[in-house]
């Protein structure tokens, strides 16, 4: 489980340096907080969701593995475009404010989600090697 702990940690340092710059950000600049912080929940909520998947198809055979990490991929793509359709549908948010935090977010969050898979894989080898 280390390495989850390790991704939660790292994904909880990134939200609070980023929040940081959003209010630093907002007190220069008009800036809707409600609808960046829409935004930010559905990014973070993917990231978590993906490295969860990821996490329970680790040891899979790979034929699970790709249906559950590219299945689970191709599901919250779809979940996703469908809420921003309905929010932006809805009038709920500011749309510029939304879609380029939106954008941001989603490149920040997914970098780290890479990172926390090519840490799993590295654990891993380095336990095949050691062991």
């Not at 921003?84 to 780290?112: E, Q, R």
Request: proline share 3%; charged share 15%.
């Amino acid at each position: 489980m280390k390495p989850l702990f390790d991704f939660l940690i790292k994904l909880f340092i990134l939200t609070v340096i980023l929040w940081g710059v959003i209010y630093w950000g907002y007190t220069k600049y008009p800036l809707d907080l409600p609808t960046v912080f829409t935004a930010w929940v559905m990014v973070a909520l993917n990231a978590l969701i993906g490295y969860l998947l990821f996490e329970y198809a680790f040891d899979r055979e790979s034929r699970i593995f790709t249906l559950i990490v590219f299945g689970g991929l191709t599901l919250r793509l779809l979940v996703i475009m469908a809420l921003v359709l309905v929010i932006n549908l809805l009038h709920m948010v500011k749309p510029i404010d939304f879609v380029v935090s939106f954008i941001s977010f989603y490149c920040i969050y997914l970098v780290v989600e890479i990172l926390g898979y090519q840490k799993k894989n590295q654990l891993k080898k380095n336990a095949a090697r050691n062991g």
